[in-house]
């Protein structure tokens, strides 16, 4: 019976001296602890001064055509004369008629903002009557990487008001996609890596089509192109991502 006791007594002081080990605060090697708890002082307090270094600055994204120094002005004036309104030039007569701005009415003055600035990649976001347009300067090549209507597109995020079915004959066809895709890149598409969708059954946009191109269905990072055309025929939406 005694020792039993004993045991127990020996197993209760084990526990408690675990449990209480666990609660105290410990130092892992590595851990650099700068400052202990002191007696009470009247000493004056110690000023601490803290150095960011430049390795955690955040890095500027995007940048202002009023931010440019003189020379970046220079520069990006000098460039879209020679770049990137030729590169513009170049995608409306690949897609005819269904630009929704005339190629005319692009000038250096629509530009807004540089989206980063390395020597491998920069995009030059312009707006022309409301509409945003995003040419690239990829390693020295420019071309046409995004538009976007947003009188047009605003309406697939807006459920059908029921007046009327939605349209399922689209203003392009997979024909038409392939031929505007193969004069504006030389990507040679056959039909069936064209999906053509009637966007008024997802959304307003009643008689548009939704149309991506390349890769796999179910997997939107795959696509080569990823476009909108409203029921005009003119585009709405326009993406073609970095390869």
């Known amino acids: 019976m005694k020792k039993t006791l004993v045991a127990t007594l020996v197993l209760i002081v084990i526990m408690g001296w675990a449990i209480f080990g666990k609660r105290q605060p410990s130092e892992?090697?590595?851990?650099?602890?700068?400052?202990?708890?002191?007696?009470?002082t009247n000493a004056e307090p110690r000023e601490v001064h803290f150095t960011v270094s430049p390795t955690n600055r955040l890095h500027k994204l995007k940048t202002r055509y009023s931010e440019f120094t003189d020379a970046e002005k220079?520069?990006?004036?000098?460039?879209?004369?020679t770049?990137?309104?030729?590169?513009?030039?170049?995608?409306c007569n690949a897609f005819t008629n269904r630009v929704p701005i005339s190629p005319n009415d692009l000038s250096a003055d629509n530009f807004v903002e540089r989206v980063g600035k390395t020597l491998a990649y920069s995009e030059?976001?312009?707006?022309?009557?409301?509409?945003?347009?995003?040419?690239?300067?990829?390693?020295?090549v420019a071309r046409v990487d995004y538009l976007n209507d947003p009188l047009q597109t605003s309406k697939m995020t807006k459920l059908p008001d029921g007046?009327?079915?939605?349209?399922?004959?689209?203003?392009?066809?997979?024909?038409?996609?392939?031929k505007m895709l193969m004069a504006e890149g030389g990507n040679?598409?056959?039909?069936?890596?064209?999906?053509?969708m009637p966007s008024g059954v997802s959304g307003a946009l009643n008689g548009g089509a939704i149309v991506n191109v390349g890769g796999t269905p179910d997997n939107a990072a795959s696509w080569e192109y990823?476009?909108?055309?409203?029921?005009?025929?003119?585009?709405?939406?326009y993406l073609k991502p970095i390869n």
């Open 28 to 40: 892992k090697p590595g851990v650099e602890v700068t400052e202990r708890p002191t007696a009470v």
């Open 74 to 81: 220079d520069e990006f004036r000098s460039n879209f004369v």
């Open 83 to 91: 770049k990137y309104k030729p590169a513009f030039l170049k995608w």
């Open 124 to 140: 030059y976001v312009f707006v022309v009557n409301g509409v945003t347009l995003g040419i690239q300067d990829l390693r020295g």
């Open 163 to 178: 007046s009327q079915a939605p349209t399922i004959v689209t203003p392009v066809s997979k024909d038409d996609v392939v």
């Open 188 to 196: 040679q598409f056959k039909p069936n890596a064209v999906r053509l």
């Open 226 to 237: 990823d476009m909108v055309f409203s029921d005009n025929g003119k585009l709405a939406y």
